[in-house]
């Protein structure tokens, strides 16, 4: 289920204008670079097809092989709609899972390596619940291609694609995570134990390299500012200009309108890569990247107990 967990901390929905034909040049971290060069993969967005408002996505690794194809309702970021394909570097099936609005929605294959089928999962059509409640595992197959879940029963298994030991298992029942499942982080030498009891996740304790443990609520949790996000609107009003006389004699006024910000979060804290989708105008939008970009008092992402990069978003009305 990493997966998935690991999508879904960078999985943001938001709509945008119509643009032509667009090429982005990414880091596996969603990090856009200048050049190809300097890039783990291509996404490449053409306009909808004929009588469809959902745009073509393709994504291909440096060697040429697919990475990803499926639709989009908007071009940056994407938000994934109907039925979308994943694949590995060898250019085998990684994934094929169906989307609502950039969320997992009904039936999700997940495949190994090798291009044989390892899970069929089916997700709850109830967005509101948390990633690691709205799932549930229908079947599951070993490396050897020995059923192991059956009819939402048994004992599930995950495997690291690039080594192939395991990575995570535990017992299933009724589709559900039961009991305890052990996992680890290899290249961080990071192990933690989950509690699950009917169906819902209770606790985790994650033990970190120097052996030290940390308890957590929730398997994963989102990036998150101190105070909340009334918080953060209170700090960039007040940082951003949008009352003083520059601005009034520039652009529109800012009342009454909407923008939506986004940024990543940092496991450290530090918030990056600031967006805005929409505009005030520019002395205004320069003042928000600015105030975000220089913020302070962030949570980071949560997963397992550690600490790893998130998408933050927020509407702003000034």
């Known amino acids: 289920m990493k997966f998935f967990f690991t999508i879904g901390l960078l999985a943001l929905s938001l709509t945008v204008f119509a643009q032509p034909k667009t090429v982005y040049y990414l880091k596996y971290n969603g990090n856009k670079v200048p050049v190809a060069d ?9 306009p909808p097809d004929s009588a ?22 908007a071009i940056d970021p994407i938000v994934l709609e109907g039925q979308c394909a994943t694949f590995y570097s060898n250019g085998n099936r990684e994934s094929v899972t169906d989307y609502s609005g950039g969320t997992y929605l009904g039936n999700s294959y997940v495949y190994y390596p090798n291009g ?33 879940v059956t009819d939402g029963n048994g004992h599930y298994i995950d495997y690291n694609p690039l080594t192939g030991n395991i990575s995570e298992q535990g017992d299933v029942k009724n589709g559900n995570p039961d009991g305890d499942w052990h996992g680890s982080y290899a290249s961080e030498k990071i192990t933690y134990t989950d509690t699950y009891r ?45 009352k003083t006389p520059a601005v009034k004699k520039g652009a529109a006024p800012a009342a009454k309108k909407v923008v939506l ?58």
């Open 38 to 46: 300097s890039a783990d993969y291509i996404r490449i967005i053409t």
């Open 52 to 73: 469809s408002t959902l745009f073509n996505v393709q994504e291909y690794y440096t060697n040429g092989k697919r990475k990803l194809v499926g639709k989009s309702t």
């Open 116 to 148: 044989k089928l390892h899970t069929l999962l089916t997700f709850d059509t109830l967005t509101t619940k948390n990633i690691d409640a709205n799932f549930k595992i229908l079947s599951c197959t070993d490396t050897a291609g020995k059923a192991i």
């Open 198 to 242: 009917n169906g819902q996740f209770v606790s985790g304790v994650c033990q970190m390299p120097n052996g030290v443990k940390y308890t957590y609520q929730h398997k994963i949790q989102g990036a998150a500012y101190t105070g909340g996000d009334a918080a953060f609107l209170a700090y960039l009003k007040k940082k951003a200009p949008y």
């Open 261 to 318: 910000m986004t940024f990543i979060v940092t496991p450290q804290g530090k918030p990056i890569n600031t967006r805005l989708f929409g505009s005030y105008n520019p002395v205004v939008d320069k003042a928000l990247i600015a105030a975000a970009s220089t913020s302070a008092g962030w949570k980071p992402a949560m997963q397992n107990g550690r600490p790893v990069q998130g998408l933050y978003n927020i509407a702003i009305n000034l």
